[in-house]
Protein backbone atom coordinates (compact mmCIF):
# COMPACT_ATOMS: atom_id res chain seq x y z
CA UNK A 1 0.00 0.00 0.00
CA UNK A 2 1.56 3.30 -0.82
CA UNK A 3 2.11 5.82 2.10
CA UNK A 4 0.35 8.92 -0.60
CA UNK A 5 -2.81 9.54 -1.61
CA UNK A 6 -3.91 7.62 -4.94
CA UNK A 7 -4.24 10.49 -7.28
CA UNK A 8 -4.46 14.58 -7.31
CA UNK A 9 -6.05 16.37 -10.08
CA UNK A 10 -5.17 19.91 -10.69
CA UNK A 11 -7.29 21.89 -13.59
CA UNK A 12 -7.91 25.40 -14.43
CA UNK A 13 -11.24 24.78 -16.22
CA UNK A 14 -8.91 24.24 -19.74
CA UNK A 15 -6.15 21.98 -19.08
CA UNK A 16 -6.02 18.94 -16.45
CA UNK A 17 -2.86 17.70 -14.38
CA UNK A 18 -2.52 14.26 -12.77
CA UNK A 19 0.11 13.40 -10.04
CA UNK A 20 0.06 10.02 -9.81
CA UNK A 21 0.82 7.71 -6.44
CA UNK A 22 2.78 5.32 -7.93
CA UNK A 23 0.45 2.75 -8.66
CA UNK A 24 -0.74 3.13 -11.83
CA UNK A 25 2.14 5.45 -13.25
CA UNK A 26 3.52 4.17 -16.79
CA UNK A 27 7.15 3.88 -16.03
CA UNK A 28 7.58 4.44 -20.52
CA UNK A 29 5.56 7.60 -19.70
CA UNK A 30 6.84 11.24 -18.50
CA UNK A 31 5.07 11.32 -15.35
CA UNK A 32 4.43 13.45 -12.60
CA UNK A 33 4.05 11.79 -9.08
CA UNK A 34 2.96 12.72 -5.83
CA UNK A 35 6.28 13.23 -3.13
CA UNK A 36 7.14 11.11 -0.27
CA UNK A 37 5.59 14.01 1.56
CA UNK A 38 2.33 13.81 0.10
CA UNK A 39 0.03 16.70 0.50
CA UNK A 40 0.05 19.37 3.67
CA UNK A 41 -3.43 20.50 4.98
CA UNK A 42 -5.77 18.05 3.77
CA UNK A 43 -6.84 16.17 6.18
CA UNK A 44 -6.21 19.29 9.07
CA UNK A 45 -8.43 22.13 9.84
CA UNK A 46 -7.18 25.48 9.18
CA UNK A 47 -6.47 27.77 11.44
CA UNK A 48 -8.88 29.41 14.09
CA UNK A 49 -9.75 32.35 13.48
CA UNK A 50 -12.54 32.97 16.41
CA UNK A 51 -12.47 36.27 17.96
CA UNK A 52 -12.50 36.10 20.93
CA UNK A 53 -13.24 38.37 24.37
CA UNK A 54 -11.16 37.96 27.33
CA UNK A 55 -13.38 38.61 30.85
CA UNK A 56 -12.90 41.27 32.59
CA UNK A 57 -12.94 39.49 36.08
CA UNK A 58 -11.73 35.97 35.95
CA UNK A 59 -9.74 33.90 34.15
CA UNK A 60 -10.00 33.36 30.53
CA UNK A 61 -12.23 34.73 28.10
CA UNK A 62 -16.28 34.74 27.61
CA UNK A 63 -17.76 31.72 26.28
CA UNK A 64 -18.31 30.98 22.17
CA UNK A 65 -21.06 29.59 20.91
CA UNK A 66 -20.38 26.80 18.13
CA UNK A 67 -22.14 29.09 15.26
CA UNK A 68 -19.46 31.38 15.87
CA UNK A 69 -16.48 29.24 15.53
CA UNK A 70 -14.84 30.16 12.18
CA UNK A 71 -11.79 29.16 10.18
CA UNK A 72 -9.13 31.04 8.18
CA UNK A 73 -8.42 29.77 4.35
CA UNK A 74 -7.49 26.25 3.67
CA UNK A 75 -3.87 26.31 2.59
CA UNK A 76 -2.48 22.88 0.66
CA UNK A 77 0.99 21.91 -0.11
CA UNK A 78 1.18 19.28 -3.29
CA UNK A 79 5.15 17.65 -2.99
CA UNK A 80 5.84 16.32 -6.30
CA UNK A 81 8.53 14.55 -8.03
CA UNK A 82 8.88 15.16 -11.62
CA UNK A 83 9.75 12.16 -13.65
CA UNK A 84 11.41 11.86 -17.28
CA UNK A 85 13.53 10.73 -19.41
CA UNK A 86 15.72 13.75 -20.48
CA UNK A 87 16.09 16.91 -19.06
CA UNK A 88 13.50 18.59 -22.42
CA UNK A 89 10.82 16.20 -20.54
CA UNK A 90 11.55 17.70 -17.27
CA UNK A 91 10.85 21.43 -18.51
CA UNK A 92 7.63 20.35 -20.87
CA UNK A 93 6.30 19.03 -17.32
CA UNK A 94 7.18 21.98 -15.78
CA UNK A 95 5.79 24.50 -18.43
CA UNK A 96 2.84 22.28 -17.99
CA UNK A 97 2.41 22.78 -14.38
CA UNK A 98 2.93 26.57 -14.78
CA UNK A 99 0.38 27.07 -17.32
CA UNK A 100 -2.02 25.66 -15.59
CA UNK A 101 -1.51 27.29 -12.03
CA UNK A 102 -0.44 31.19 -14.06
CA UNK A 103 -3.81 33.58 -13.43
CA UNK A 104 -6.23 30.65 -12.80
CA UNK A 105 -8.09 29.85 -10.15
CA UNK A 106 -7.75 26.15 -9.88
CA UNK A 107 -9.54 22.91 -8.79
CA UNK A 108 -7.66 20.33 -6.59
CA UNK A 109 -9.30 16.94 -6.81
CA UNK A 110 -7.69 14.85 -4.40
CA UNK A 111 -8.84 10.45 -4.32
CA UNK A 112 -7.78 8.23 -1.62
CA UNK A 113 -8.95 5.59 0.62
CA UNK A 114 -12.54 5.72 -1.28
CA UNK A 115 -12.89 9.21 -0.80
CA UNK A 116 -12.83 11.70 -4.23
CA UNK A 117 -13.27 14.92 -3.12
CA UNK A 118 -12.26 18.98 -4.23
CA UNK A 119 -11.23 22.52 -3.17
CA UNK A 120 -10.53 25.43 -5.45
CA UNK A 121 -8.24 27.87 -5.00
CA UNK A 122 -5.22 29.87 -6.43
CA UNK A 123 -1.57 27.81 -7.17
CA UNK A 124 1.88 28.99 -6.68
CA UNK A 125 5.46 26.73 -8.02
CA UNK A 126 8.27 25.97 -6.47
CA UNK A 127 10.77 23.82 -8.63
CA UNK A 128 13.82 22.32 -7.17
CA UNK A 129 17.17 24.05 -8.83
CA UNK A 130 18.39 20.72 -9.59
CA UNK A 131 19.25 20.48 -13.09
CA UNK A 132 17.81 16.64 -13.31
CA UNK A 133 20.10 15.42 -16.36
CA UNK A 134 19.08 11.80 -15.35
CA UNK A 135 15.11 13.38 -16.11
CA UNK A 136 14.08 12.88 -12.12
CA UNK A 137 13.34 16.21 -9.98
CA UNK A 138 11.85 15.87 -6.66
CA UNK A 139 11.73 18.64 -3.98
CA UNK A 140 9.08 20.51 -5.81
CA UNK A 141 5.89 21.79 -4.52
CA UNK A 142 2.71 23.39 -5.63
CA UNK A 143 0.74 25.82 -3.05
CA UNK A 144 -2.98 25.91 -3.35
CA UNK A 145 -4.79 28.90 -0.93
CA UNK A 146 -8.32 28.12 -0.95
CA UNK A 147 -10.48 31.06 0.14
CA UNK A 148 -13.39 28.94 0.62
CA UNK A 149 -11.76 26.42 3.77
CA UNK A 150 -14.74 23.16 2.92
CA UNK A 151 -13.78 19.89 1.15
CA UNK A 152 -16.02 18.91 -1.00
CA UNK A 153 -17.44 15.62 -2.21
CA UNK A 154 -16.34 15.17 -6.10
CA UNK A 155 -20.15 13.73 -6.36
CA UNK A 156 -23.10 15.55 -6.18
CA UNK A 157 -26.46 14.78 -4.93
CA UNK A 158 -28.98 15.99 -7.25
CA UNK A 159 -32.94 15.97 -6.34
CA UNK A 160 -35.56 17.38 -8.72
CA UNK A 161 -38.95 19.15 -6.96
CA UNK A 162 -42.50 19.70 -9.26
CA UNK A 163 -43.99 22.99 -9.03
CA UNK A 164 -47.55 23.15 -8.33
CA UNK A 165 -50.59 23.31 -11.19
CA UNK A 166 -54.28 23.58 -11.16
CA UNK A 167 -55.98 19.73 -11.39
CA UNK A 168 -58.06 18.92 -14.03
CA UNK A 169 -60.29 18.23 -11.43
CA UNK A 170 -61.80 22.08 -11.76
CA UNK A 171 -60.63 22.07 -7.90
CA UNK A 172 -62.98 20.06 -6.02
CA UNK A 173 -64.37 16.30 -5.34
CA UNK A 174 -65.31 14.52 -8.89
CA UNK A 175 -68.11 12.76 -9.22
CA UNK A 176 -69.39 9.83 -11.95
CA UNK A 177 -69.01 11.09 -15.05
CA UNK A 178 -72.79 10.71 -16.07
CA UNK A 179 -73.74 14.74 -14.58
CA UNK A 180 -77.26 14.23 -15.35
CA UNK A 181 -77.44 11.72 -12.57
CA UNK A 182 -74.21 11.12 -10.49
CA UNK A 183 -74.02 8.17 -8.72
CA UNK A 184 -71.51 9.08 -6.15
CA UNK A 185 -68.02 9.89 -5.53
CA UNK A 186 -65.21 9.01 -7.98
CA UNK A 187 -62.38 7.51 -7.24
CA UNK A 188 -59.14 8.13 -6.80
CA UNK A 189 -60.56 11.58 -5.83
CA UNK A 190 -58.68 14.35 -6.83
CA UNK A 191 -58.62 17.86 -4.39
CA UNK A 192 -57.76 20.75 -7.31
CA UNK A 193 -53.59 20.50 -7.09
CA UNK A 194 -50.87 18.46 -8.15
CA UNK A 195 -47.56 18.28 -8.99
CA UNK A 196 -46.11 19.35 -12.54
CA UNK A 197 -45.00 16.11 -14.63
CA UNK A 198 -45.87 13.91 -11.40
CA UNK A 199 -42.10 15.30 -9.52
CA UNK A 200 -42.90 14.93 -5.92
CA UNK A 201 -42.45 18.60 -4.30
CA UNK A 202 -40.92 17.39 -1.07
CA UNK A 203 -37.37 16.46 -0.45
CA UNK A 204 -34.92 15.48 1.81
CA UNK A 205 -31.29 16.95 1.60
CA UNK A 206 -28.75 15.24 3.10
CA UNK A 207 -24.75 16.11 4.26
CA UNK A 208 -22.66 12.89 5.10
CA UNK A 209 -19.56 14.95 5.93
CA UNK A 210 -17.87 16.41 9.03
CA UNK A 211 -19.20 20.62 8.44
CA UNK A 212 -22.16 22.21 7.29
CA UNK A 213 -23.21 21.89 3.53
CA UNK A 214 -24.67 24.60 1.74
CA UNK A 215 -26.90 23.63 -0.93
CA UNK A 216 -27.82 25.40 -4.03
CA UNK A 217 -30.99 25.17 -5.81
CA UNK A 218 -31.69 25.66 -9.81
CA UNK A 219 -35.13 27.22 -10.36
CA UNK A 220 -36.17 26.30 -14.12
CA UNK A 221 -39.93 28.05 -15.54
CA UNK A 222 -42.32 28.12 -16.10
CA UNK A 223 -42.84 30.00 -12.63
CA UNK A 224 -44.61 33.31 -13.71
CA UNK A 225 -45.06 33.90 -9.81
CA UNK A 226 -41.30 33.38 -9.07
CA UNK A 227 -40.52 30.50 -6.58
CA UNK A 228 -41.09 29.45 -3.14
CA UNK A 229 -39.17 27.06 -0.96
CA UNK A 230 -39.54 26.35 2.87
CA UNK A 231 -37.57 23.83 4.97
CA UNK A 232 -40.11 22.85 7.51
CA UNK A 233 -38.40 22.22 10.99
CA UNK A 234 -35.85 25.27 10.67
CA UNK A 235 -38.40 28.22 10.49
CA UNK A 236 -36.58 29.66 7.14
CA UNK A 237 -38.09 29.71 3.78
CA UNK A 238 -36.69 31.20 0.40
CA UNK A 239 -38.98 33.25 -1.73
CA UNK A 240 -38.23 35.07 -4.68
CA UNK A 241 -40.39 37.54 -6.99
CA UNK A 242 -38.78 37.51 -9.54
CA UNK A 243 -40.90 35.77 -12.66
CA UNK A 244 -38.76 32.29 -14.09
CA UNK A 245 -38.95 31.50 -17.65
CA UNK A 246 -36.11 30.41 -20.11
CA UNK A 247 -33.10 31.59 -17.95
CA UNK A 248 -32.48 29.34 -14.93
CA UNK A 249 -32.63 31.35 -11.68
CA UNK A 250 -29.91 30.13 -9.30
CA UNK A 251 -30.15 30.20 -5.42
CA UNK A 252 -26.94 29.75 -3.65
CA UNK A 253 -27.02 29.29 0.33
CA UNK A 254 -23.63 30.02 0.60
CA UNK A 255 -23.51 33.41 -0.93
CA UNK A 256 -27.21 34.09 -0.16
CA UNK A 257 -27.85 35.37 -3.54
CA UNK A 258 -30.32 34.72 -6.63
CA UNK A 259 -28.53 35.33 -9.99
CA UNK A 260 -29.86 34.36 -13.38
CA UNK A 261 -27.46 34.35 -16.43
CA UNK A 262 -25.04 35.43 -14.01
CA UNK A 263 -26.79 38.79 -12.79
CA UNK A 264 -27.46 39.53 -9.84
CA UNK A 265 -31.67 39.75 -9.21
CA UNK A 266 -31.20 39.31 -4.66
CA UNK A 267 -33.34 42.73 -4.88
CA UNK A 268 -36.26 40.36 -5.82
CA UNK A 269 -35.76 38.12 -2.69
CA UNK A 270 -38.67 38.14 -0.32
CA UNK A 271 -37.52 35.95 2.36
CA UNK A 272 -33.78 35.42 2.94
CA UNK A 273 -33.92 32.00 4.85
CA UNK A 274 -30.96 30.21 3.47
CA UNK A 275 -30.63 27.23 4.97
CA UNK A 276 -27.55 24.62 6.13
CA UNK A 277 -27.27 20.97 6.11
CA UNK A 278 -25.27 19.99 9.59
CA UNK A 279 -23.09 17.44 9.44
CA UNK A 280 -24.39 13.56 8.99
CA UNK A 281 -27.60 15.60 9.01
CA UNK A 282 -30.39 16.30 6.70
CA UNK A 283 -32.95 18.74 5.69
CA UNK A 284 -36.52 18.79 4.50
CA UNK A 285 -37.43 20.99 1.74
CA UNK A 286 -40.69 21.87 0.09
CA UNK A 287 -41.47 23.42 -3.24
CA UNK A 288 -44.66 25.70 -2.84
CA UNK A 289 -45.00 27.75 -5.90
CA UNK A 290 -47.48 26.94 -9.06
CA UNK A 291 -46.69 26.99 -12.59
CA UNK A 292 -44.85 23.90 -14.88
CA UNK A 293 -41.27 24.41 -14.19
CA UNK A 294 -39.29 22.35 -11.57
CA UNK A 295 -36.41 23.06 -8.56
CA UNK A 296 -33.32 20.94 -9.19
CA UNK A 297 -31.28 20.72 -5.52
CA UNK A 298 -27.82 20.49 -5.10
CA UNK A 299 -25.90 19.22 -2.69
CA UNK A 300 -22.39 17.78 -2.03
CA UNK A 301 -20.96 16.49 0.95
CA UNK A 302 -18.81 18.97 2.81
CA UNK A 303 -15.41 18.50 5.30
CA UNK A 304 -13.48 20.51 7.35
Keep these: MSDVPELVELS ?10 GGN ?14 VEGWFETPDDKTVMS ?15 ILYSARVLTLHFIVSAHDRQG ?24 GY ?35 ILSSVESVCQLGSLTASMAGGGL ?15 LAYGLKTSGGTSNVAVLTNNGTSRAYPVFEVVGNMPDGVRLDFPGTQQSIACSHPVDGVSLILDSRSRTATMDGLDISRYLTSRGFPTIPP ?8 SSYGGGYVNCRVRDTFM
Design 116 to 150: DCYTTGRATVKASAKYARDGWLDDCTITVTCERPE
Design 90 to 113: VVRLLNKVRRVCAHSKVRFRLRDA
Design 174 to 188: RYGSNLSSPTGLQYP
Design 12 to 21: NGVETLTFDG
Design 25 to 38: ANPGDDVLLIGEDG
Design 280 to 287: SGSVNVVL
Design 54 to 68: ERGQGDGAHDVWASD
